[in-house]
C-alpha cells in the first residue's frame, strides 16, 4: 500500500491555461473524494465520486472545474481557462464505502500546489 | 460552514500531554467526530473518531462529553514532530467540513 499520489505536485501555468490533475486512491478504495485549500484555510470539499459515479459537486465547482474517474481507480480534475484566484493546494482523498461497515476514514495526498500568474 | 468550533492556538511542552478542546454544539445523533492534523505542507492526517463513547489508539485519546456538545483530543506525550493544525470535524460519512483548525505549537 503506497498511500494516495497525486501528480503534478506543483504546477505554475499561466492564466486562461488549462490545467489537469491526477489522483491516484488506495487501491481498494472506491471512494475518491477532491478538495482545495487555500493559504491560512482549512481545506474545501469540492466533489466525490463512488466508484465511477460522481455522487456530490460543491457550488465551489465552477464550470471551469471537471473530474472525472473513468475507471473507478483514478481521477482527474481539469481546470479550464485558469484564474488567479484558482491558486491553491488541491488535495485527493481516498476511503472505503462508509455503507458497508468498514472503517471509511479519508487518506489524504500530498496535493498539488497549483500557482496561476 | 463548520459545525465545530475550536481554539485558534495552543502551546505545549514537549513531553506533556496536549488537550486539544472542541465545541459542536449542533451536532445530530448519527454525526460522528473526526480529528485530523496538517503538518506544514502536507496532506490531512487522519487521527481517531468516535461516535459516543471514548476512543483511544496508538496516536491519541478522543474523550467525548456525554450530552456530544464538545470533545478533547489528548496527545498523551506531545513530541515536537506533533507541532501542526488539528482539525475537529462532524459528519455523517461523506464529504469533510473542515474549520480553521488549533494550531498546536509543542515546544522544548
Known amino acids: 500500500d503506497t498511500g494516495v499520489s497525486q501528480d503534478p505536485r506543483h504546477k505554475i501555468t499561466k492564466r486562461g491555461q488549462n490545467v489537469t490533475f491526477r489522483c491516484d486512491p488506495i487501491?481498494?478504495?472506491?471512494?475518491l473524494y477532491w478538495y482545495r485549500q487555500t493559504l491560512g484555510q482549512g481545506p474545501e470539499f469540492l466533489t466525490y465520486?463512488?466508484?465511477?459515479?460522481?455522487?456530490?459537486k460543491s457550488r465551489l465547482l465552477s464550470d471551469r472545474f471537471s473530474a472525472e474517474r473513468p475507471k473507478g481507480s483514478f481521477s482527474t480534475l481539469e481546470i479550464q481557462r485558469t484564474e488567479q484566484g484558482d491558486s491553491a493546494m488541491y488535495l485527493c482523498?481516498?476511503?472505503?464505502?462508509?455503507?458497508?461497515?468498514?472503517?471509511?476514514?479519508?487518506?489524504f495526498g500530498p496535493g498539488t500546489r497549483l500557482t496561476v500568474t | 460552514d463548520a459545525k465545530t468550533t475550536q481554539p485558534t492556538s495552543m502551546d505545549c511542552a514537549e513531553g506533556r500531554a496536549a488537550n486539544l478542546p472542541c465545541n459542536h454544539s449542533?451536532?445530530?445523533?448519527?454525526?460522528?467526530v473526526y480529528w485530523y492534523r496538517q503538518i506544514h505542507s502536507q496532506g490531512p492526517q487522519y487521527i481517531i473518531h468516535?461516535?459516543?463513547n471514548n476512543e483511544t489508539n496508538e496516536m491519541a485519546s478522543l474523550i467525548i462529553t456525554e450530552d456530544r456538545k464538545s470533545s478533547t483530543l489528548i496527545l498523551p506525550h506531545a513530541t515536537l514532530r506533533d507541532t501542526a493544525v488539528y482539525y475537529c470535524?462532524?459528519?455523517?460519512?461523506?464529504?469533510?467540513?473542515f474549520g480553521t483548525g488549533t494550531r498546536l505549537q509543542v515546544f522544548p
Open positions: 449542533t451536532i445530530s445523533g448519527n454525526e460522528y
Open positions: 468516535g461516535l459516543k
Open positions: 487501491s481498494e478504495h472506491n471512494r
Open positions: 482523498a481516498s476511503s472505503l464505502d462508509p455503507y458497508l461497515g468498514q472503517d471509511y476514514e479519508q487518506y
Open positions: 465520486f463512488q466508484n465511477e459515479a460522481q455522487l456530490e
Open positions: 470535524i462532524v459528519t455523517l460519512t461523506d464529504k469533510l467540513i
